[in-house]
């Protein structure tokens, strides 16, 4: 009424309307919570379990098992609803990948507790192979809303809490060990290929919660050791030392620990990269990490040489290794490295999680620019964000020894020059195909030269003519070895050895390539392939 830029009567009006009732607040029903139980068999989980079905806490607490045999509790607390048992059953999702599915009936079950609106809280025991992201996913995965009522799981139930109990009696064997779990463990599949070290780590890295158990039967040192690998592998994660798996419920009961995105990248070895590590370049209890660094490829050959020697060689001065890795032959795409015990894998990441410079901008981290990732490039444009970045974590690991082997794997600096036109045509020596990619050996038929000048169009944009000679130059080399091998393929012998001799001249000095490469066989006998190839050796050196 008092607002002059309102009519008068329309001020009348709205004062003289009653208002319609407020709306009722829909009272939203809170998610049940759920903590997921991990660990190998004999480590204590079931103990733990018992524990918790019969202690006196005052929760009612539902527990989803995968054999209600093993954990042999009172038929009374079976029949008063506190106990579920899923069978194993897997279901492929959508997306056709075999590494998504899911247990169905876990879902199914733990979504039917949500809606009986009875329990205050969900304990899921995963099997003692299974990892605990695996279970985690459940709640997040598009569900057929026909089919369970709801979209995901995560709309009636949460995630509280991820609880790896550790056995520390046996931890060291586990840790160290090469063998698959279908060598040690039941009613594994054969094409599970899985490590028993691998599995460990991967228990231990995501967890939010980790009992040490079996405090009582081991030394003090032995347990302050075990503490100091798993707070170098999960430096997040809430550690207790148990006996019988003894650890007040509100441990593991309502904690709020767990944070999807912050649980997807809580390995420590991430951390160490991050931040500089837990305890850089000191020794805790005899464990310690270093983090390896460098700006330059991976010579394929030479580094699958050294991964061989690792396995080979391996000790216990290694516990861990991961990181991003950068193979020359494979330019755009970024490797991940992880060694559990002697045990090595390497697995190409998406485009979308892997170097940024070969990310589309718009998926970019938030305030960053591609001039910022060319910043990191030192003067060379196909650097960018690319980079070695691993960290090893074991018993006093043997930094100087580990850093001068992998340096003696970078490209050198002549090879590095020749830039990825170049490198393409590496041997890889057996470096396995990534999984994640369809990657195979490059060829000389795969040149990415269509890069290649883009990258010298661009360095003469910026004046940098030295360096677009050397790019164009090293180009100029890889299309005249291209011409002999069509030479050759012609029945023209003598055609293909002056595009070789150009090849050398102009630089060319892949003395791999040319002893292995079987399209020069043709011409392997012929005094002027020899004399080329000695040159080509001479360059090299």
Known sequence: RNNPSLPA??????????????????????????????????????TLLKKILTEAHGKKIAVVVNDMAEINIDANLVQKGHFKQVEEKLVEMTNGCICCTLREDL?????????????????????????????????????????YGLSRLSDVAELDTLVTVVDT????????????????????????????????????????VILLNKKDQVSKEKMAE????????????????????????????GTGLYDEEKTASMEGWMKDIEEGGLVPETEEY?????????????????????????TAEWTPKVLR???????????????????????????????????????????????????????????????ADRRQEIVFIGQSP????????????????????????????????????????????????DQDGGAVLETAIDLLSKKKASQAREVLTALQATVEYNLACCDLQE???????????????????????????KDLDPIRKDARFKALLKKAKQQNK
């Open 9 to 46: 009567c329309f001020a009348q009006f709205a004062m003289s309307c009653p208002l319609p009732p407020a709306k009722r607040q829909k009272k939203s029903t809170p998610k049940l919570p759920v903590t997921v139980l991990s660990g190998f068999l004999g480590s204590g989980k079931t």
């Open 107 to 147: 879902i199914k079950e733990v979504a039917d507790l949500a809606k009986q609106q009875q329990f205050d809280h969900v304990v899921i025991e995963s099997t003692g192979i299974s990892e605990p992201m695996q279970v985690a996913e459940a709640f997040s995965v598009d569900l057929e809303e026909d089919k």
């Open 169 to 208: 009696q046996n931890f060291n064997n586990f840790i160290k060990s090469k063998d698959d779990l279908s060598t040690v463990f039941k009613d594994v599949p054969k094409e599970d290929e899985r490590s028993i070290s691998h599995l460990l780590v991967d228990q231990i890295e995501c967890a939010n």
């Open 226 to 253: 075990v503490e100091s690998i798993v707070k170098h592998l999960n430096s997040d994660a809430k550690l207790y030392q148990t006996t019988y798996s003894v650890v007040p419920i509100e441990k593991i009961i």
């Open 286 to 310: 005899g464990i310690s990490s270093f983090i390896y660094r460098q700006k330059r490829p991976f010579h394929p050959k030479r580094f699958y040489e050294w991964t061989k020697k690792f």
């Open 321 to 383: 290794s991961k990181g991003f890795i950068w193979v020359a032959t494979r330019h755009n795409i970024m490797g991940e490295w992880s060694t559990a015990g002697p045990v090595v894998t390497m697995e190409a990441l998406t485009v979308e999680a892997g170097w940024l410079v070969c990310c589309p901008q718009q998926e970019y981290p938030t305030e960053t620019s591609e001039a910022e990732i060319q910043a990191q490039s030192d003067g060379h444009p196909w650097i």
């Open 398 to 445: 043997d930094k100087e020894k580990i850093t001068a082997e992998l340096n003696k794997c970078l490209l050198t600096e002549k090879e590095f020059k020749a830039g990825p036109g170049i490198w393409s045509q590496y041997e890889e020596g057996g470096l396995p195909i990534w999984e994640g990619t369809d990657h195979h050996d490059h060829d000389h038929g």
């Open 491 to 517: 029945g023209q012998n003598d055609g293909a050895i002056k595009h070789l001799q150009q090849a050398v001249a102009l630089g060319f000095d892949d003395v791999d390539h040319l002893q292995d490469d």
